[in-house]
């Protein structure tokens, strides 16, 4: 399988959109099929590059797609609220199936491995790296050990109230800092992307108001039915 460069990955993936393809759980669309499907779609869309959660499915879009992949494997685990490629075994696993960048947990929490052993395997192998952060000192912080992409994946969601709307703030603070920045979390309309790009992100991941129905749907039956009650 030959691999895209750092600079053909970074040319791809500047100013473009990420489809993040990642089905409920256990739902009616949780199969590598089904996930190959709709990363192709996305390319089909104009996607400029695929973040896919799973081996299984990793493996089936990689057959399908040639933009580049961020791959992720998540996991549930009983000792640390870490959930996002926690294990050195996962990086390995998830370059030899196709991906292309590989996303791990960059909060400061109880992990089961360190982050800057996480950063070394991934350089060793020769895929580029991002982390996934909560706030502007995990992203400072991983950049320092030499992350490629910084990603504002973790923002509201390490504890408390989940906010509605998207983080622009880190965004913008990570970008003056020099960090070359994906926006993720909660850019769930084509304006909030699009807001993402200006205010200087690198590129933008969008996941659940493209690929996961279930969600789609229920804001539509929220939003009539709170009409209906008003």
Known sequence: MSRLTKQQILAQLKHGLVASCQPVDDGPMDSP??????????????????????????KAVRAAVDVPII???????????????????????????????IAFD?????????????????QALGAMSMADCSNFAEGSYCQSLGVD?????????????????????????????????????????????????ENGAYAVTVGSALTRLEHIVGWFVQAINRRQGA
């Open 71 to 101: 791959g992720i494997v998540k996991r549930d685990l009983d000792d640390s609220p870490v959930r996002i490629t926690p294990f050195l075994q996962d990086i390995d696993d998830l370059y030899h199936a196709g991906a292309d960048i």
């Open 106 to 122: 960059g909060t400061d929490r109880i992990r089961p491995t360190t982050i800057d052993a996480c950063i070394k395997r991934i």
């Open 33 to 58: 099929q089904i996930v190959a499907a709709m990363a192709a779609a996305s390319v089909a869309g104009g996607a400029a590059a695929l973040r896919i959660e799973g081996i299984e499915n990793l």
């Open 149 to 197: 992409i910084i990603g504002s994946t973790m923002s509201g969601y390490t504890g408390g109230e989940i906010p509605t709307e998207p983080d622009v703030q880190l965004v913008r603070d990570l970008v003056a800092q020099g960090c070359c920045v994906m926006a993720e979390g909660r850019y769930n309309t084509p304006e909030l992307a699009a807001l993402a790009i």
